[in-house]
Every structure is written in structure tokens, then in C-alpha cells.
């Protein structure tokens, strides 16, 4: 089931994606729509302290963020077991 904070997304991506008929455009609306649905909480979680920390302007810590989700093969695993940030 998808967080309620992603609906916004993925309404947004419905709308761009009925917007467009460029096959290449409609086909990274539906990974980005893929890899929201299959954002685990550990995910989630990550992605809220990261915006946290942006709104801060807490760079130092933006940068740890994305290290460590670099680096923890936990965070977004594709269907054929690919992590993609």
C-alpha cells in the first residue's frame, strides 16, 4: 500500500502521464510510479529526513543521507533485485 504523503505523487504522475504521448516520457511516469509503490517504510522514513534536513539547509547531513542510502542495498530493490535511487 502506498504512504498517504505519496498520493500527491503518483497523482501527478497519472496527470503527466495522460498529458503526453511520448512512449519514452510515459515509460520513466511508470518506474517513478513503480518505485513509489514499492517504497518500504525504511524507505519512507529516509526520504522524510532527507526534506527535513533540506528545509534546515543542513547540507552536511543531505549529503550523509545519500551516502548512506548509496550505500545500504535496504533501500529500493527492483523487482528483478537492482537497487535504483
Same mark, same amino acid.
Given at each position: 500500500? @502506498? /504512504?498517504?504523503?505519496?498520493?500527491?505523487?503518483?497523482?501527478?504522475?497519472?496527470? *503527466?502521464?495522460?498529458?503526453?504521448? *511520448?512512449?519514452?516520457?510515459?515509460?520513466?511516469?511508470?518506474?517513478?510510479?513503480?518505485?513509489?509503490?514499492?517504497?518500504?517504510?525504511?524507505?519512507?522514513?529516509?526520504?522524510?529526513?532527507?526534506?527535513?534536513? /533540506?528545509?534546515?539547509?543542513?547540507?552536511?547531513? @543531505?549529503?550523509?543521507?545519500?551516502?548512506?542510502?548509496?550505500? *545500504?542495498?535496504?533501500?529500493?530493490?527492483?523487482?528483478?533485485?537492482?537497487?535504483?535511487?
Amino acid at each position: 500500500m @502506498v /504512504h498517504q504523503s505519496r498520493q500527491a505523487d503518483l497523482e501527478t504522475l497519472r496527470q *503527466d502521464y495522460a498529458r503526453t504521448t *511520448d512512449p519514452n516520457i510515459r515509460r520513466q511516469i511508470r518506474k517513478a510510479g513503480e518505485r513509489i509503490a514499492r517504497e518500504t517504510g525504511r524507505m519512507e522514513s529516509m526520504r522524510e529526513s532527507l526534506i527535513k534536513e /533540506h528545509k534546515r539547509g543542513n547540507m552536511d547531513n @543531505v549529503k550523509d543521507i545519500h551516502e548512506q542510502i548509496k550505500n *545500504d542495498p535496504r533501500y529500493y530493490q527492483d523487482k528483478n533485485g537492482k537497487y535504483s535511487i
